[in-house]
């Protein structure tokens, strides 16, 4: 039954899909990136614009060809870098289905089922994650955007309190908010301040414990030292360590305060509410006013899915909200949740994976990992080369070679092509960050990895005795 215009490319693209995931596996991880060259060797495989056409099948097969020497296994079982999730094969599929379908998600009139599948999976979220039924949940790219969204909501709301609406009056000569935020905020909060005209300069920053997480003592001082409306940016899930800030002891601090704010970056931290094992981490997270989590992170839909969540349904749709004649927009549309007019049907992979997995699959997925990230600190501790540096309470292991460098033992590791593990500043010297974020990591992946990486500090070590 299937259509001649259709057919032929599909075929290729599932035959590029399934080459690709077999290979997953088995192949060298990382691909050596060369800063001299900058991408040029990749792009001029690409080429210039043609002049005439190609058949579509083989405008596939081309392209699959003229990837291949760029593609990273980051969906495979043994990256480590960033947080960086695969994509479980239930999510995949309905990711095609929703590239099929090519339905619009900006109102509920191009795609009653579209719609309706972002509201029920955004429910699905907010009793998954312990979060109150009545907040909205606008469907993002990632978590970035996912900070963008509830920092606006947040500015709108702060500043309607006192009487200035920010939409329409701007910040210019506005009572603006403080931003108060963590000394280890990620850098997309950052970005959104920059981005919501509140200036990434002027947060206040909170000093941190060893393991990063905001001093909430601190805290309160420094807001008993602030007048006016305050945003408190707190966080679930540091990227080096994966420790959470103390939100119970944040939201009694931010509960004082009568125009207060606070806003909770959970981009992959926030997924510990849904496992009865690490609830505890993120204690007290149910009682901020806006949440940032991702999708494609540890939920492991492919990219691109983040979720922005907030308290104050009117705060939201007032800050993002778009109106003209030939809309029908209403506060209820999907659009009215997000900065975007018109987006993909983003939320059906987040809905395929939940049903798939089921309340019981999401906390054993991140229990897994949790239990292969110890597994990891302790077979990386057990090498005298090596010290591992935080308390892995979640699924994020920072490790140092006690002597070498380790931008040095990073690069090593990737020339070897087991595993890739990216690094980080922690303590002003430079560390490995491994996390483990991935559905199809098996206990025989760390293992694997963990030999590669101690081969690696030998290697390093020995160079440096001769
Ligand atoms: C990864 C991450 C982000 C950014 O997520 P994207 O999905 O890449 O936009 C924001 N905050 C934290 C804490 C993160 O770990």
């Known amino acids: 039954m299937a259509d001649p215009r259709f057919d032929p490319v599909l075929d290729r693209a599932r035959r590029f899909a399934d080459d690709w995931l077999a290979s997953l596996p088995d192949r060298p991880v990382g691909r050596p990136v060369d800063d001299a060259d900058d991408g040029a060797a990749l792009r001029a495989r690409l080429g210039a614009l043609p002049e005439d056409g190609t058949p579509a099948d083989r405008v596939l097969d081309d392209l699959a060809a003229a990837l291949e020497p760029g593609l990273v296994a980051t969906p495979g079982p043994r990256y480590f870098g960033f947080v960086t999730g695969g994509a479980l094969p239930v999510a995949l599929g309905a990711d095609w289905m929703a590239a099929a379908a090519d339905q619009n998600v900006a109102a509920r009139v191009m795609s009653p089922a579209a719609t309706a599948v972002e509201e029920v999976t955004g429910a699905w979220v907010l009793d998954l994650l312990g979060l109150p039924g009545e907040c909205a949940v606008g469907f993002t790219t990632g978590a970035q955007m996912a900070n963008v969204v509830g920092l606006a909501a947040a500015r709108h709301a702060l500043l309607a309190a006192v009487g200035w609406d920010v939409g329409t009056e701007g910040l210019a000569g ?16 950052l970005q ?57 002891a944040v939201a009694d601090v931010v509960a004082t305060r009568e125009h207060a704010w606070l806003h909770v970056d959970g981009a992959f931290g926030l997924w510990a ?10 204690a007290g997270a149910e009682r901020a006013d806006s949440w940032t989590v991702d999708a494609h992170k540890w939920l492991n839909v492919p990219y691109d899915c983040g979720m922005a969540i907030v308290r104050d349904r009117a705060a939201l749709t007032a800050a993002m909200s778009t109106s003209a004649a030939y809309l029908p927009l209403a506060g209820a549309d999907p659009s009215s949740r997000v900065p975007e007019s018109s987006r993909r049907a983003r939320a059906l ?5 939940l049903r798939h997995l089921g309340r019981a699959g999401v906390a054993e997925l991140v229990e897994r990992c949790c239990t292969l990230a ?45 595993c890739w593990v990216g690094t980080t500043v922690w303590q002003d010297r430079p560390a490995l960050r491994f996390s483990v974020s991935n559905w199809s990591t098996t206990p025989a992946d760390i293992s694997r990895s963990v030999a590669a990486i101690r081969a690696a500090a030998r290697d390093q070590a020995g160079t440096r005795a001769e």
């Open 192 to 248: 959104a301040l920059r981005l919501l005209g509140f200036g990434s300069g002027r947060a206040v920053r909170v000093p941190a414990d060893d393991h990063g997480r905001m001093r909430a003592d601190v805290l309160r001082d420094l807001l008993a030292a602030i007048d006016g409306p305050v945003l408190v940016c707190g966080q679930a899930g540091q990227v080096d360590t994966g420790a959470c800030d103390p939100l119970d």
């Open 273 to 282: 509410a849904a496992s009865p094992a690490h609830r505890h981490l993120v």
């Open 174 to 189: 506005a009572p603006v908010p403080t931003v108060v935020i963590g000394a280890h905020a990620h850098s997309t909060i």
């Open 349 to 353: 992979p987040v809905h395929a994976a």
């Open 374 to 418: 110890r597994q990891a600190a302790e077979e990386l501790a057990g090498d005298p080369d090596l010290e591992v540096l935080n308390d892995v309470v979640l699924n994020q292991v920072l490790v140092r070679p006690r002597d070498g460098d380790a931008r040095e033992l990073a690069a090593a590791i990737a020339r070897d092509g087991t």
